[in-house]
């Protein structure tokens, strides 16, 4: 009964949790966003709202953490490089919530879509788990980028001062 519901409003869904996604980032930036269709001149933009489609159709389908996965790293990668603490890099999976209850407030009145939509945000919050796991692996991977790069610059800054003293 659910099922059908969301696949029915399944473009005003995804468009106002696209929506609300880009209302996260500063206001010039997400109307810029919102604007732009064109992926070369909007990659983010364009790559948030097929990840966002993405998730959608696959949580609908309760599709396992694998093929959720990707796409979530796809949004997290930005994020996570982005001036966003981790609640907000990985909050906006709690945004299709929101979504949700605008889009389906008539369903709260029906107890058994209720107990339905009550499942269907369990697989959502399940979901905001596997993204701040991801967030985690690419803050790891920032950090070890880092490292990597104070260690080149050092052993250069050695190098060139031993040539120095050669000289």
Not at 57 to 80: F, H, K, N, Q, V
Not at 95 to 101: H, I
Request: charged share 30%; proline share 4%; net charge negative.
């Amino acid at each position: 009964m659910l099922q059908e519901l969301l696949i029915e409003k399944r473009s005003a869904l995804v468009e106002r949790w696209r929506e609300l996604v880009l209302e996260t980032y500063p206001p010039d930036a997400a109307r810029f966003f919102k604007a732009e269709r064109d992926s070369f001149a909007n990659p983010v933009g364009s790559m948030i709202s097929r990840a966002i489609a993405g998730l959608y159709d696959e949580l609908l389908l309760g599709a396992p953490a694998e093929r959720l996965s990707p796409l979530l790293d796809d949004i997290i990668r930005i994020r996570s490089v982005q001036e966003f603490s981790p609640s907000q890099a990985v909050g906006f999976v709690f945004l299709l919530k929101t979504a949700l209850r605008e889009q389906l407030a008539a369903a709260a009145e029906d107890p058994l879509l209720l107990k339905q939509l009550v499942e269907f945000e369990a697989r959502i919050d399940s979901l905001a788990l596997l993204a701040f796991d991801i967030y985690q692996r690419c803050r790891e991977q920032i950090f070890e980028i880092r490292v990597k790069e104070a260690r080149a610059w050092r052993e250069s800054a050695l190098r060139a001062g031993e040539r120095g003293k050669v000289e």
